[in-house]
């Protein structure tokens, strides 16, 4: 019989809702009243236990068979390596730099060898251990690197003989089954979507594979060597878990905050445990970690974006409680358990980086992908690269600690179910709190631009919080955003939820990023290969109940797009088709905003003309963005001002239009990046146009692209996308009940919009090797430094951007009746 158990990790008993919007400004980093330490994204972190530095964003651990060892790859955007650690003693024993590697690892029986994934280089690396050292590896070759071979070998398992290896893929989505003696592959069995991690049953007749964007488990029979069974799990199913019998099968599932506990006799699910802090179906916990006790009676789950453990009593099977929760660190990937001590990897460490090391070596690399020594060069890391990951080492709690550790993961997250259903705000402001409630406001028009702090434009302006030494398109270059910022609402407090283009424009447009995205775009932007179609290319890539432009279909809200996830009449999702302006091209470098302007203008006025404006348009102006000092191509100048002039006639053009009394604009940039800005890099402008909107008003309140999201659904009546939007303030700040209805006056463009880049130095250099086909192909921090001396001047020097992990909290608000 098929039992299905959802059962809640809520524990109302230790509910700490703390309301982020009464918190006490603060310093960077360590809040000095509580100890916890305050993120970007308004989440903060209390990490238990002990740790370890490990390297750039750790994606697997792996215990060795006795637990001698523990092995840890590092998988982030910079420098990627293998360490091999003594958990018992707590000391890193050896590291290894590598050239490229994807989560794969797998110890031999003996514990004598370590099997890592080459990642796309399309190998399997096999370490010998010696000396408790990892000698020089030998390498097993399934395909020619990328971009000829696509592969990338994920999940590794080996057999107790030590005579077979198996590995399953994320790029043509495969089992491999692998001779160790000879090295050579002796089948590939294909799957039907990428797969993430494989294990072996205790008597190894069968291998269970997760199906990341399928959805499901697959059941290989290593004797026929063919799929025989498919178990339907969660979304995103990603971590796999036999107990010691082989007779339980847990499978942690990103996308619904959950773990399938399969019953391997029967292949069913006999119950779900919901890992969430709240009875909730909204995405934005990632569950994506396993780990049991050594007794099997408890079960730890890794929460990624709730930055905790969840822990169950699974001791009756079928019939498994909720216990509570244990505070991590940044983003767990993974969890084991040994002995006892809990074992986990936070893939974004403790802290957003500030940078302290300055430049870093860039090693020699052998045949194998192995990196042997340091050479002269070096260069600054950027944003991309500065998740700095820990090993949390926590002891295992008892009941009353538990009860302790839970209530700190309470206290660390601002979200809770009282928001979902009455957001933060006040009465009477046209942003209500709930969806249903009534606004004034009818149309909203959200732009996406590029890659900009708040720094690098608006710096230069007295009243807000910014530095004139950092901003190189000031007024001059931007003057409508100047003027926008003016005239309505300035905020100097705004943080996009992004790193990089890659999880921008979806944070952008669903208030989150799935496990698929966060865990492979570091690779691609490290230019180690990989799919990099993150704007609605692959359909793993995709939140499990879509993006806004789904959630205005389910609801019947009219909307359109304007180059954004998709270009002219090509709509790259499907709820997209028959949704796109047939004359707004994406993102393209060589096409100028201004052409992006003309589209939507012309577009707007048909609509207008049978009274068919969309309530929700989606326009993508992306010049900003810019092409370095590329020869030939628009200058950084002239692109950040046509930009600016674009921004200005879309404003001046709906505001002396018959819907300018009912709408409003919001516009932001996707993601900050490398861009220099003396808060934090994620700080970024933001801006609100509309009659509703206040004039000449300064609101120094944290605010954050989740929030912006969480603005437009409560205007055009949507439910909060996931737990993120859910969680943030609404924008109600910058909003008044008294219309001012006066139309917006463009100001002209101050540079010359067609001054091509035609010096020839070492920028132009530099910059001719740029691939500006797609967002961030090109190296941010060099482009951001060579934009950075087109303004200033070729000898000019960019200060390092500064990274911090605080965001300045609004304080008490003396209308706060609720």
């Not at 110890?107 to 796309?120: A, I, Q």
């Not at 669903?510 to 995205?517: E, G, L, M």
């Not at 505001?655 to 993601?671: C, G, M, T, Y």
């Not at 970024?684 to 659904?713: Q, W």
């Amino acid at each position: 019989m098929n039992i299905h158990v959802r059962r809640s990790a809520f524990i109302a008993a230790f509910i700490v809702i703390i309301n982020w919007s009464n918190a006490i400004s603060q310093i960077p980093g360590k809040i000095k009243e509580s100890g916890q330490i305050l993120l970007p994204n308004g989440w903060k972190l209390s990490p238990a236990g002990r740790s370890l530095q490990l390297g750039d964003l750790p994606l697997n651990l792996q215990l060795s068979s006795s637990g001698k060892y523990l092995a840890v790859t590092n998988n982030g955007q910079s420098t990627q390596s293998l360490q091999l650690i003594d958990p018992k003693n707590e000391k890193i024993l050896d590291e290894k730099e590598l050239d490229v590697s994807w989560y794969g690892l797998a110890f031999s029986r003996d514990e004598k060898r370590l099997y890592v994934s080459g990642g796309n280089q399309n190998t399997i690396l096999d370490f010998e251990i010696k000396n408790d050292k990892l000698k020089r590896p030998d390498t097993i070759t399934l395909a020619a690197p990328w971009p000829k071979g696509k592969v990338c070998p994920t999940g590794i398992t080996v057999n107790k003989a030590n005579t077979l290896l198996y590995t399953v893929t994320k790029e043509d989505n495969s089992v491999y089954i692998i001779d160790l003696n000879s090295r050579e592959i002796l089948n590939k069995i294909q799957l039907a979507d990428i797969a993430y991690s494989c294990v072996l049953s205790p008597d190894e007749k069968l291998l269970y594979i997760s199906l990341w964007g399928g959805n499901e488990v697959d059941i290989l029979d290593t004797r026929s060597q063919s799929i025989i069974a498919n178990i339907k799990t969660g979304s995103h199913p990603n971590e796999l878990l036999l107990n010691h019998k082989g007779s339980l099968l847990y499978v942690a599932n990103a996308n619904d905050n959950s773990v399938s506990v399969i019953n391997t006799a029967t292949n069913k699910v006999i119950e779900t445990l919901a890992a969430s802090l709240y009875p909730t179906n909204l995405t934005g916990s990632t569950t994506n970690g396993l780990a049991l006790s050594s007794d099997e009676k408890t079960l730890y789950i890794a929460n990624a974006d709730n930055n905790c453990l969840a822990v169950f009593d699974v001791s009756v099977m079928g019939n498994s409680k909720s216990m509570g929760f244990i505070p991590v660190g940044w983003y767990p990937t993974n969890v084991k358990a040994i002995g006892d001590k809990i074992l986990v990897s936070n893939g974004k460490g403790f802290t957003s980086m500030a940078n302290p090391e300055g430049p870093q070596p860039i090693s020699k690399k052998d045949n194998s992908g192995y990196q042997t020594g340091s050479s002269a060069n070096s260069r600054l890391q950027y944003i991309a690269g500065l998740f700095k990951g820990t090993l949390s080492l926590i002891d295992v709690p008892t009941a009353d600690q538990l009860k302790f550790y839970t209530r700190q993961v309470y206290a660390n997250t601002p979200f809770n179910n009282k928001k979902v259903a009455l957001a933060d705000g006040e009465n009477g402001n046209p942003i209500p709190r709930k969806a249903g409630e009534f606004s004034p406001i009818k149309h909203v028009f959200y732009i996406i631009k590029e890659n900009r702090t708040y720094d690098q434009v608006l710096g230069d302006i007295d009243k807000g919080n910014g530095d004139k030494s950092l901003c190189i398109f000031g007024e001059h270059i931007t003057p409508n955003q100047h003027a926008i910022a003016n005239n309505y609402v300035l905020l100097d407090n705004f943080y996009v939820d992004a790193e990089v283009s890659a999880d921008g424009h979806n944070w952008s447009t669903a208030a989150y990023a799935t496990d698929v995205i966060e865990k492979t775009w570091p690779t691609s932007y490290g230019k180690r290969g990989g799919s990099t179609s993150y704007e609605g290319g692959r359909h793993a890539t995709y939140p499990r109940d879509g993006f806004i432009w789904d959630y205005c279909k389910r609801a019947g809200v009219s909307y359109r797009s304007y180059g954004e996830f998709g270009e002219y009449d090509n709509a790259h999702i499907k709820s997209l088709v028959g949704h796109m302006s047939p004359h707004s091209p994406g993102f393209n470098l060589d096409i100028l905003d201004q052409v992006r302007a003309d589209a939507w203008e012309h577009d707007f006025d048909s609509l207008l003309t049978v009274n068919a404006v969309p309530q929700l348009s989606t326009i993508r102006i992306s010049n900003d963005h810019t092409s370095g000092q590329k020869k030939g191509k628009i200058s950084p100048m002239a692109a950040v001002a046509d930009n600016d002039l674009a921004v200005g006639r879309i404003i001046e053009h709906l505001s002396k239009s018959p819907v300018w009394k009912e709408s409003v604009v919001f516009i932001l940039e996707d993601d900050a990046q490398n861009g220099p800005d003396h808060i934090d890099a994620h700080r970024s402008p933001v801006y609100v146009i509309g009659p509703y909107v206040k004039r000449n008003a300064v609101v120094h309140s944290m605010y954050s692209t989740s929030g912006v999201l969480r603005t437009i659904e409560l205007i055009l009546g949507l439910p909060p996308m996931s737990q993120y939007d859910a969680a943030a303030m609404p924008l109600y700040e910058c909003f008044t009940n008294k219309a001012d209805l006066s139309p917006y006056q463009l100001k002209p463009a101050q540079v010359n919009l067609n001054e091509r880049n035609v010096a020839t130095n070492r920028s132009s250099k530099i910059s001719e090797k740029f691939d500006l086909s797609k967002e961030d192909e090109a190296p941010d921090l060099t482009l951001n430094e060579v934009i950075w001396k087109s303004i200033k001047g070729e000898n000019a020097v960019m200060p390092a951007p500064k990274r911090s992990a605080f965001v300045i909290l609004e304080k008490k608000k003396k209308d706060d009746d609720d």
